[in-house]
């Protein structure tokens, strides 16, 4: 089976861990629009009735044209979260992550932290044993960009900045994303302290195992659920 089939497997069966009453943060990606697919469809046929917070602003775009109620990003202080669905790039065997392919790791955690159970969906290709294989993005801010990348090649990270059409890559935020090669992350706490400690530094796309609930897996005997 395709990994494009296994996304979207996982994505509609956990498209189903939402009842009614609940608020649900809606993560970024294209394993995600699958979920959001199949909460339309829900909304439609069960007449389920939720409220969403989304991750970024293609995530409010989609959600918005399914039917979903919207709850704005800037209301997530005043907001209890019951459930947060999101993808990822990396998943390791204590399922740490690396996310922020798509640039929106910064309200995808501020919302996955807070999350009462936080659920990541992936297909089986992003299993890994050891962090370190995709880029960990490092949201700056723009004017900081530069020094901030000079203290991730301090670490031992290999540096660019992101683009996107021969131009510079900005976030829903308005910052920048730094892109950072670390090979063989042991200690992804410890290592996402150290990135955001960097002057400059919003956010980056290591989030720690602690934070995360359960990890759906799409392969081609069905979904597993690692926790």
């Known amino acids: 089976m395709e990994n494009l089939n296994l996304k979207e497997l996982v994505a509609r069966k956990a ?24 909460l339309g469809e829900r909304i439609k046929k069960e007449g389920l009735k939720f409220k969403a917070i989304p991750t970024s602003v293609d995530s409010e775009k989609k ?23 999101d993808g990822a790039d990396e998943v390791d065997k204590e399922l740490n992550l690396i996310k922020g392919g798509g640039g929106a790791h910064l309200r995808e955690k501020r919302i996955a932290y807070k999350a009462k159970k936080f659920v990541v969906i992936v297909d089986e290709s992003k299993l890994v044993d050891i962090l370190g294989k995709f880029l960990v993005p490092v949201e700056v ?52 302290n150290i990135i955001n400690k960097i002057p400059g530094v919003e956010e980056n796309g290591i989030f720690r195992k602690s934070k995360v609930s359960e990890v759906w897996v799409g392969g081609v005997s069905g979904v597993r659920i690692l926790k």
């Open 15 to 38: 498209a189903h861990l939402v009842k009614n009453g609940m608020v649900v943060g809606l993560g970024t990606g294209s394993t995600v629009f699958y979920t959001i697919q199949e």
């Open 63 to 85: 959600a918005r044209e399914t039917g979903i109620e919207l709850i704005p990003f800037e209301k997530l202080k005043d907001t209890k979260i019951d459930l947060g669905i």
């Open 141 to 192: 801010k723009k004017e900081k960009w530069e020094s901030a990348k000079k203290e991730l090649e301090k670490i031992g990270a290999k540096v660019h900045l992101r683009q996107r059409e021969g131009e510079n890559f900005v976030t829903d935020n308005g910052n920048y994303i730094l892109d950072a090669k670390l090979d063989f992350i042991l200690k992804p706490e410890t290592v996402e």
